[in-house]
């Protein structure tokens, strides 16, 4: 596709749901990162792939939080036993290697996660 | 913990040049100045990056201080469409290039 595309674009859960959130990076970008934007707030990383390296998971706010990538392409992040205060959206971004060192990175249009 | 500063909101006419301050007094030597803006309800967009010199693109102009802790963003002819939340970005120091902090930006709102 032409850019980094994110599904569902809207979620609606239950508090205690578990959820997954998809992420599609440009093809050919082997970096992908997840963040998440709360209402009014600017953007908090929470992890980020790099090729076949260990993924830097720092920014992950809880062990209810988790993300896998399939090799250079796919990443889900998942949410367990999801809470009110994970509303929020969820940003994904992508970047080649090179565009990685120059902080260029592309970013879907999100995913809005809304928990009740 | 963004390591920058900027006003919350400014407003700009229609055609005028839009100028965009911000503060990084914690900026090393050797770590990038980036903006990024993101329109509403959409995902951010890189505009421009800088070290030490005065940089253009077709988005806009960059200018950052000679002690390198301030910037500058100026949009030239600021448009309707520029209307935006604008992030002055450094990277977190001796980390990846992903855990990029965008705090809360300036609001530009472009009038007609």
């Known amino acids: 596709g032409a850019g980094v595309s994110q599904s569902p674009s809207n979620k609606v859960t239950e508090k205690g749901k578990d959820v997954e959130l998809r992420c599609d990076p440009i093809s050919g970008h082997t970096a992908l990162y997840w963040y998440r934007q709360r209402l009014g707030q600017g953007l908090e990383f929470l992890i980020y792939f790099q090729g076949n390296s260990a993924p830097d998971k720092s920014g992950l706010p809880s062990d209810r939080f988790s993300a896998e990538r399939t090799g250079e392409s796919v990443s889900t992040l998942t949410i367990q036993r999801t809470q009110q205060e994970d509303s929020a959206v969820y940003l994904c971004a992508s970047s080649l290697v090179l565009a990685a060192n120059t902080g260029e990175l592309f970013f879907g249009e999100g995913s809005r996660l809304t928990v009740l | 913990d963004a390591k920058t500063t900027q006003p919350p909101s400014m407003d700009c006419a229609e055609g005028r040049a839009a100028n965009l301050p911000c503060n990084h007094s914690t900026i090393s030597g050797n770590e990038y100045v980036y903006w990024y803006r993101q329109i509403h309800s959409q995902g951010p967009q890189y505009i421009i990056h800088?070290?030490?010199n005065n940089e253009t693109n077709e988005m806009a102009s960059l200018i950052i201080t000679e002690d390198r802790k301030s910037s500058t963003l100026i949009l030239p002819h600021a448009t309707l469409r520029d209307t935006a939340v604008y992030y002055c970005?450094?990277?977190?120091?001796?980390?990846?290039?992903?855990?990029?902090?965008f705090g809360r930006g300036t609001q530009l709102t472009v009038w007609p």
């Open positions: 800088g070290l030490k």
């Open positions: 970005i450094d990277p977190d120091r001796g980390s990846t290039l992903g855990r990029l902090y």
